[in-house]
């Protein structure tokens, strides 16, 4: 227990470092907080009867252990209210606003770091229950509720032969992905699944609820697309859709076999063609994974364009001379097969961290990337049972319409690679130096990119530690403080809402 809470105290002192100001001016004696809370939590509770749980509610319980990470699982916040309509969580804001209350938005719960979607001794508004789901009449556009799972989403739309740009682990909450950025199977044509969405209808600070798109509030509209939770409530996604029922992909991997050759340079080489060669049907995952039992390299692999199976990009990972095949899934089928097959990924409870870089993809980087990741293997606690993960993924395409990303399109960004680390499995005990080989490991592969003249300040936010700061290296970071001061200008998702990454205080 002592352990847990120190990290959580690390946590906080970071986080009040880097944002002194706001955390003096907010600062609360404890006492204070809790009647706060308490207020707040009978408030609602009177609002919207059978809606708000207390920890004293079975309920409650249940409902922090839907959260995929240990790490918000074990955040306790004062109630949790879990609204139905736009209409609930703009008076939701209102109530929250007029007593000063901290808060936090949860859509599906996958996020892993703690407090990002949950908050402790406050008040977390658990969207789960706005799940609706209607399309067009052409099936152009699809309107989905915020707490939607993107494994809902597709079910749905395959019945309709339609699919949109969404998450590609089907556990993935819609609100987060789409707010934070969103990789799906389709970034190589469409760009970052938010570049997909034509509207959206958010809850602002003043409790108005407003449409952001390309002709109303189009500085918001440009903002929310990556801006994450900085802004507003979004209750409702307008997405693009178009027609496609069954696509080739799937996931092959293979053991490291001391004594045999290893196919991971040809994989790496393979992928380092694609980038620079980029076809825009092709989607790739390329990770390298270690765990206590077994070394292994893993391929998933997506090419959307309909009829065609087995395409020659793929050749380096579908033919390769691979000794043995733990899995090999790949097949012809619908969306939501893909994403119900990403969604089994082990860890789900577990103490789960994720941390992110980008550079410039081509072979030698990669291979760079990769030796630095095998070397840090040795540096891992004796006698672990940490999982420990890394790969690299194809950076979308940049869209027409801006973003809060603010990337230029070039040549040279279609050739960016992003760099995934996953860590899990690790216990309380393990969690400090864990942290620390994790950080050692991007710094490392950082520095070799600058020196290479390959690096990219860019990180993902959707994949970012929490001792990360991706929204520093917006391009649109500007733009997105006065879009903040318009909507917001009190601030309340920036000092009510801390949870997840905020914009950086000048």
């Keep these: 227990m002592s352990n847990r809470w120190s990290v959580l105290a690390l946590i906080l002192v970071v986080c009040c470092l880097s944002h002194l100001t706001e955390c003096l001016a907010s600062s609360t004696p404890r006492k204070e907080r809790d009647a706060l809370s308490s207020d707040i939590c009978s408030t609602l509770a009177n ?9 004293t509610d079975a309920e409650y319980a249940s409902n922090l252990l839907t959260y995929y990470s240990e790490q918000e699982q074990k955040v ?18 209102n109530s929250i606003r007029e007593h000063n209350a901290t808060f936090a938005i949860r859509s599906g719960g996958h996020a892993l770091n703690a407090g990002a979607a949950n908050i402790e001794n406050g008040v977390t508004i658990n969207l789960r229950a706005m799940n609706a789901l209607t399309t067009d009449a052409a ?19 395959d019945r309709l032969g339609l699919v949109i740009p969404g998450g590609r682990d089907g556990d993935v909450g819609v609100g987060g992905l789409l707010t934070g950025g969103g990789i799906s199977f389709f970034s190589g044509r469409f760009g970052w699944a938010c570049d997909s ?3 959206f209808e958010v809850v602002v600070a003043s409790g108005a609820i407003i449409n952001a798109n390309a002709y109303e509030n189009s500085d918001l509209f440009q903002a929310l697309k990556g801006g994450s939770n900085n802004f507003g409530i979004v209750t409702r996604f307008d997405v693009r ?15 490291e076999i001391p004594g045999v050759p290893s196919t991971v340079p040809g994989k790496i080489k393979g992928f380092a063609d694609l980038l620079a060669n980029r076809d825009p049907y092709a989607a790739v995952i390329l990770n390298f994974g270690w765990t206590p039992q077994v070394t292994f390299v893993s391929t998933v692999l997506q090419y959307t364009k309909p009829g065609v199976v087995d395409p020659p990009v793929f050749a380096p990972f579908t033919h390769a001379p691979d000794p043995v095949h733990l899995i090999d899934s790949v097949r012809v089928a619908n969306l939501s097969s893909f994403a119900a097959e990403l969604s089994a990924s082990p860890g789900y409870g577990s103490k789960y961290q994720w941390a992110t870089s980008t550079f410039t993809g081509d072979e030698a980087m990669i291979i760079t990337a990769h030796k630095l990741w095998n070397a840090s293997i040795s540096a891992l606690p004796p006698g672990t ?32 690679a992003v760099f995934l680390l996953i860590y ?14 994790a950080q050692k490991l991007i710094a490392d592969i950082e520095a070799a990119a600058k020196k290479a003249g390959k690096y990219n300040a860019f990180k993902y936010l959707n994949y970012a530690a929490y001792w990360q700061d991706p929204i520093s290296a917006y391009g649109n970071l500007a733009a997105m403080r006065e879009v903040s001061k318009v909507y917001d200008p009190s601030g309340l998702f920036q000092k009510n809402c801390p949870g997840g990454f905020k914009i950086p205080v000048l």
């Design 47 to 55: 609002q919207f009867p059978g809606k708000v749980e207390l920890p």
């Design 76 to 93: 306790h916040p004062a109630c949790i209210i879990s609204p139905n309509s736009t209409l609930e969580v703009s008076a939701i804001i």
């Design 139 to 157: 099936g152009a556009r699809v309107y989905i509720g915020p707490g939607l799972k993107w494994t809902e989403i597709y079910a749905r739309l």
């Design 385 to 416: 049972k940490a999982n420990w993960f890394a790969g690299v993924q194809l950076f979308p395409v940049t869209a027409s319409q801006p973003n809060a990303f603010g990337i230029p399109n070039s040549s040279e960004s279609s050739k960016l």
């Design 241 to 255: 859709a178009f027609p496609l029922k069954e696509f080739y992909g799937g996931q092959i991997i293979t053991p």
């Design 424 to 437: 899990f499995g690790y216990s309380a005990e393990e969690e400090a130096a864990i942290t620390k080989i």
């Design 197 to 199: 969405v034509d509207n």
